[in-house]
């Protein structure tokens, strides 16, 4: 039962997701492509994982933050992709509202952990290439599990600010959500009440979230950028260089599609474009990561040759 009489309103109980499409041949075809994503986005970054836990030369800080950045993004993919594999193959796809609500909050706490992640990353970058003799005390064990409990509590307060906008909107008999998941700008189109408050709560939420994080990444780049040309010697120039450019590259595809979603004006593009910008951002690149890092670092590459032989020796 969809709704319920409450009073003078009619409260929703459940929420239905039209998804991406209504055609059943392109549901099918949907299907298999995004449940082949989502398996090599577990199984991927899983092994970015157990190879930074086995690997004894990965036992570095920028390491550290990567096995939390693949756990994060588990977290971002899982929070909506299996639901989503379940419209492809039913009817009509309902979610409860508390169901609705959980899946809201997990999506902003695992995309709020990994700007401040990504921050932390740049930040080691830094630390590592700008002052590299200081680099051992700056960046201890200490210093990192600091920066990323801070991480997780700045995605925390970000999910709070999501669930208590939720929680608060009214819904009173529109339940369809033109969405693959319990987006909060499709949600606030149904609501029934003023949500001018909530919207601004959001939108101060998720723009502090963007801005102190891009920050950070931009100070640190800024940095890094000037230490780099005042290097005398190429080789340590690209030496320097190649340890960034998995970073920067998994900053600009997640930055590039956070800022499309939650920067741009809503006018300016159409809820469609949104749904495909949103399946990139929460699909497409927690799959992408592994593959960056895995292809262009040197260290996790010679550390699986290793581990391979090791097994294959054995």
């Given at each position: 039962m969809?709704?319920?009489?409450?009073?003078?309103h009619?409260?929703?109980?459940?929420?239905?997701?039209?998804?991406?499409?209504d055609?059943?041949?392109l549901k099918?075809?949907?299907?298999?492509?995004?449940?082949?994503?989502?398996?090599?986005?577990?199984?991927?970054?899983?092994?970015?994982?157990?190879?930074?836990i086995?690997s004894?030369?990965l036992?570095?800080?920028?390491?550290f933050?990567l096995?939390?950045?693949?756990?994060?993004d588990?977290g971002?993919?899982?929070?909506?992709t299996?639901?989503m594999?379940?419209?492809?193959l039913?009817?009509?796809?309902?979610i409860?509202?508390?169901g609705?609500?959980?899946?809201?909050?997990?999506?902003?706490?695992?995309?709020a952990?990994?700007c401040?992640?990504?921050?932390?990353?740049?930040?080691?970058?830094f630390?590592a290439?700008?002052?590299?003799?200081?680099?051992s005390t700056k960046m201890?064990?200490?210093?990192?599990?600091?920066?990323?409990?801070?991480?997780?509590?700045?995605?925390?307060?970000?999910?709070s600010?999501f669930?208590?906008s939720f929680?608060?909107?009214l819904?009173?008999e529109?339940?369809r959500?033109?969405?693959?998941f319990?987006?909060?700008?499709?949600?606030?189109?149904l609501?029934?009440?003023?949500?001018?408050?909530?919207?601004?709560?959001?939108?101060f939420?998720?723009?502090?979230?963007?801005?102190?994080?891009?920050?950070?990444?931009?100070?640190?780049?800024?940095y890094i950028?000037i230490?780099?040309?005042?290097m005398?010697?190429?080789?340590g120039r690209?030496?320097?260089f190649s340890t960034?450019?998995?970073?920067?590259t998994?900053v600009?595809l997640?930055?590039?599609?956070?800022t499309?979603i939650?920067?741009?004006p809503?006018?300016s593009?159409?809820?469609?474009q949104?749904?495909?910008?949103?399946?990139?951002?929460?699909?497409v690149?927690?799959?992408?990561?592994?593959l960056?890092?895995?292809?262009?670092?040197?260290e996790i590459?010679?550390a699986?040759?290793?581990?391979?032989?090791?097994?294959?020796?054995?």
């Amino acid at each position: 039962m969809a709704l319920l009489k409450d009073g003078n309103h009619t409260a929703v109980t459940e929420f239905i997701l039209l998804g991406l499409t209504d055609d059943p041949v392109l549901k099918v075809v949907l299907f298999i492509i995004i449940l082949c994503i989502y398996l090599v986005t577990v199984s991927g970054n899983l092994s970015t994982i157990l190879l930074i836990i086995v690997s004894s030369q990965l036992h570095h800080p920028m390491y550290f933050f990567l096995s939390h950045l693949a756990t994060v993004d588990i977290g971002i993919s899982s929070s909506v992709t299996p639901n989503m594999l379940v419209n492809f193959l039913v009817k009509q796809n309902t979610i409860p509202y508390i169901g609705c609500g959980i899946q809201l909050s997990s999506a902003a706490f695992f995309g709020a952990s990994e700007c401040f992640l990504l921050a932390a990353m740049a930040y080691d970058r830094f630390m590592a290439i700008c002052n590299p003799l200081l680099y051992s005390t700056k960046m201890s064990s200490k210093v990192c599990i600091q920066l990323v409990l801070g991480s997780y509590i700045g995605g925390f307060l970000n999910s709070s600010s999501f669930i208590f906008s939720f929680f608060s909107l009214l819904f009173c008999e529109q339940n369809r959500v033109n969405d693959f998941f319990c987006d909060f700008a499709p949600l606030v189109e149904l609501s029934c009440s003023d949500v001018s408050v909530y919207v601004v709560i959001i939108s101060f939420s998720a723009g502090s979230v963007t801005m102190v994080t891009v920050f950070v990444i931009a100070i640190s780049y800024i940095y890094i950028l000037i230490t780099i040309l005042k290097m005398h010697s190429t080789e340590g120039r690209h030496k320097a260089f190649s340890t960034c450019t998995s970073h920067l590259t998994a900053v600009t595809l997640y930055y590039g599609t956070v800022t499309f979603i939650y920067v741009m004006p809503k006018s300016s593009y159409s809820m469609n474009q949104n749904k495909v910008v949103s399946v990139f951002y929460m699909i497409v690149v927690p799959m992408l990561n592994p593959l960056i890092y895995s292809l262009k670092n040197n260290e996790i590459k010679g550390a699986l040759k290793r581990q391979l032989s090791k097994k294959i020796l054995s």
